[in-house]
């Protein structure tokens, strides 16, 4: 990726994690510069580049895609 170019971000959560992400989508997309935050179900099988392991438990998977 470029400086320049715009993203989309897919995130793959459950519970306070995808709470959070819902709460506070325009900072994210902010700070990211994604032109997009989709929120997805674990569950519905979102390609994943990275994942992480929260305090809880749970699991967020992420996925970026230039657009």
Known sequence: LAVGDRIRLTVAA??????????????VS??????QVMLRDPASGVPTVAEASLGDGSMVRITVERV
């Open 14 to 27: 459950q519970g306070e994690a995808a709470a959070a992400l819902t709460a506070h989508e325009a900072l």
């Open 30 to 35: 902010g700070e990211t510069l994604a032109d």
